[in-house]
């Protein structure tokens, strides 16, 4: 992860739109991001998919998580089913319902990838 992502999730903590555990959270999963995709995160490509996922975990952390998930997505994890894993292993919560947040991960890491554009 490069420091102009790591500034926005210093800026997300600071403005208060994600907690302490989930700051401490971001860079590992970053890093973990960047091992299964293959791809160096930067501001650049990346700083969407930084934003949300850092408030997807934040809703997540308070049982607010996104929950419909549209046919477009749907398709796309059906296409991916190793990003949808891997996006629901990241957010990982055995409490709450996290499959629509996790097929907007999808979308992320296709587009990341290149295979949001075939």
Do not use: W
Not at 27 to 49: C, H, I, Q, R, W
């Amino acid at each position: 992860m490069d420091a102009t992502l790591k500034e926005r999730i210093d800026l997300l903590h600071d403005t208060n739109q994600i907690n302490d555990e989930i700051y401490n959270r971001l860079p590992y999963l970053m890093e973990e991001v960047e091992n299964f995709l293959d791809v160096k995160l930067t501001e650049e490509n990346a700083g969407s998919f930084t934003s949300h996922i850092s408030v997807a975990l934040q809703r997540i952390s308070k049982n607010e998580p996104v929950t419909d998930i549209a046919s477009e997505l749907e398709t796309l994890i059906g296409e991916n089913p190793e990003y949808y894993q891997f996006a629901k292993d990241l957010l990982e919560n055995d409490e709450t319902n996290i499959d629509a947040e996790a097929a907007f991960i999808t979308l992320y890491f296709c587009l990341l990838t290149g295979k949001g554009n075939e």
